[in-house]
Nanobody, 126 residues
């Protein structure tokens, strides 16, 4: 069983930065993908980024391109989301998720995602 735990959320002013972490434990599938998602109050869940283990390629939703960067540290079983120039509309609960070896990373990034964390709250004030 795969378990994912997000951390790093909190309060930040508009224009500030925050780095989220997603730590995986248990079995990690070969050629997997890890995605970041968020859900703002009153809105549907939005896929914002994804990274493929097989080639390290990354993908981003238009809403975060140029501001967010996804990366991974295999030695720590951790995927990060560096968020810069945060905006109030970035506020929401941020989730990470991974698949069982599909490694698809096709927008909106949730296809094939079988394991989900419980989320970490990001609140951006203006």
């Amino acid at each position: 069983e795969v378990q994912l735990v997000e951390s790093g959320g909190g309060l930040v002013q508009a224009g500030g930065s925050l780095r989220l972490s997603c730590v995986a434990s248990g079995f990690v599938y070969d050629d997997h993908a890890v995605g970041w998602f968020r859900q703002a109050p009153g809105k549907e869940r939005e896929g914002i980024s994804c990274i493929r283990d097989r080639d390290g390629s990354t993908a981003y939703a238009d809403s975060v391109k140029g501001r967010f960067t996804i990366s991974s540290d295999s030695s720590k079983n951790t995927v990060y989301l560096q968020m810069n120039n945060l905006k109030p509309e970035d506020t929401g609960v941020y989730f990470c998720a991974t698949d069982d070896g599909d490694g698809i990373c096709q927008e909106p990034f949730d296809v094939g995602m079988d394991y989900w964390g419980k989320g970490t709250l990001v609140n951006v004030s203006s």
